[in-house]
């Protein structure tokens, strides 16, 4: 079983030192926790007024708090967080790094962008990553990303075992009981690809804009197994790899099942 | 505002009689309701033993049967309803109808087939209708087909305001207060297409299989705004047309966002 964290991190916006030290806290505190999934733009926060703010705060995954991010990382954890990034081709993206003790074990940039992040970043062009790990092949996105199905099945066919998606979802309304419209969409993705889908929201108020605070862990058959608590953690036991085998009874297998000459 | 109703019958596997005359009246009852929605295989029910079984019971939809449901429609309603078609070409699929007091408006063969209907049927080779009517583009499928995102998301990207889904969902175990799967997997085909998602489910135990009884009506934002309740219909007024503008805010497009380049 691995041990999953998501930590609901109230970022500061024009507060970079804050956010790093909140970060840091967060990773030092992650010993026994497999796998720590942190929000999108953690290090930043979201509301910015325009593309210069974001990159005044962008980073490089060389840059030195990641590093000290990096050397904070207790021995067997993986750290997902989001991040502005500021990329060699001097552009400002909505990234996400996956990494450990060990270094970054993969970065990306958010393909699809929300609302006014279309004026303050450009997209990324390169297709989410899955890494192999020892906790299973990890498939890293960024919010408004999971609303895309034909993206989560390209990543559970690329053979992610587990999706994990740093987001930042401004709050939307719903009816009474229900639960975010992200995570209901977050459970199909799951329950059609076999495929544990660890999303981490955040809290505060930040320009105004609140956030729906639905940081949620959800099993590889689409149901709920966590639910942000009171500490401001989403945290549970789940064995990662449980829906690796796509095969649903004896005549039916998710993929193979699929009709691409009529869609 | 369209009147939808869905009439979750209970039908008899070996009773075409009490079949047909069950949807007869469901079809009589049906004046100031807009949209009829019934189960799929309403005309035999599901739990054959073989493919024989199924021939024995197939119709085209030129049957004398048919033209009875017709001639029962009131005026201004559009009925859908699964049956087993016996093809042209000699060969059985599980289909179904749309059709109005006019005729046929659209026949449908199921493309992805459950379980033992891979020994049963032939899946369909050709793609979900979506049929211009007084309510909107109608989309149709089948029970599985829905469990399929590409396929929904295709029936959306070709106009679909609403999808029509007859269906018979075999009992499956969820966690106390969920729904059935299913549904969450058609909220979500609802949300990120604007599309409403009407799926008509069966009862009554049949071989001993039971079933979901899951029948839902959901709205173009994913809500489910009528559920079956103890007369056995879910039914309620809905907007069928509601999400056929596919912006979300100014700088968002449910299906211009998609990036296929990177899927």
New interface residues.
Partial sequence: MTRVRCRQLAPRIGEPDYNHAQILESIRASGGVDLLVLPELASSGYMFHDEAEARSVAMTPADDRVAEWVEAVPQDTIVACGYPELGDDGVVYNSAMLFDGSGVLANYRK?????????VFR?G????PVVDTRLGRLGLMVC?DL????????VAMRGADALVVPTNWPLVE??EG?RP?EV??A???A??NKMAVICCDRSGVERGQEWNEGTTVISH???VVAEVDASGAAECDLDLQAGRDKRI????HLFE???????
């Fill in positions: 393909v699809h962008l929300w609302h006014e992040e279309n004026t997209a062009d390169e297709r989410a408004y609303e895309f199905p034909e993206y989560t099945r390209n719903r009816p229900e419209p209901v969409i459970q199909a993705a329950r059609t058959e689409g149901w009874g004896p005549h039916n099942d699929r009709r691409p000459d009529v869609y």
